[in-house]
């Protein structure tokens, strides 16, 4: 009788051993699709309006990233973008 309970214990915590491998793999799952979606989102968000201020622009393929940022630099120190942000 005592090697029965012995038994059925062991395998009750194989059982659980089992489930909580189970649930530490769903849970990294999820962790790396909210990466996913997160890093979709932002690449979204920034995308979205780089894509606006490239119809601005006559020949955007010109434009270094130091141009770009010259540009958003002065644009955003004017007086009325200051109000707005």
Partial sequence: MPNEKLEKLK???????????????????????????????????????????????REPTLLTNDDVMELLTFIFRSEAVQKLC
Avoid: D, N
């Avoid at 059982?15 to 649930?23: H, I, M, R, W």
């Avoid at 997160?38 to 968000?45: A, K, P, W």
């Fill in 11 to 57: 395998h009750e915590q194989y059982v659980a051993e089992k489930k909580l491998t189970a649930a530490k793999h769903r849970e990294k799952q999820m962790q790396s699709e909210l990466k996913r979606l997160t890093r979709s989102e932002r690449t979204h968000r920034l995308c979205t309006p780089a894509g606006m201020l490239e119809t601005f622009l």
